[in-house]
C-alpha cells in the first residue's frame, strides 16, 4: 500500500512529544495480538537520534496519515513554513 513511501500518522490522543506526528519509511501492516500496527523505519535525519530505527504504531490510535512519495518530498515539506493541522484545526 505505501512501497518506497514515507508516511507521517497522527495519533488521536497523542501522548506529550508525539503531537507532530510519526513519520515511517517503507510502512508495512503486520499483526500482532489481533491488533494492527504500522511498521517500517524512521526516515534518515542527520539531527534525528532515532534515525533509521525500526518504528511501528498501532493502527487504531490514527487519527489521520499525510503521505509522501519519498524522503525528499518528507524533508521539503517538514521545512516549508505552513499552519499545521491538528484534528481539523489550524494551530
Known sequence: ???????????ANPPEGFDGGIAIANPQFIEVENRKFVVGTVPTAPDDWASGLRASVAFDLVAY???????????????????????????
Open 1 to 11: 500500500m505505501f512501497e518506497g513511501r514515507i508516511v507521517l500518522f497522527y495519533l
Open 65 to 91: 496519515f499525510l503521505e509522501f512519495i519519498d524522503e525528499n518530498e518528507f524533508f521539503a515539506k517538514s521545512r516549508e513554513d505552513v499552519p499545521r493541522t491538528r484534528a481539523g484545526s489550524i494551530q
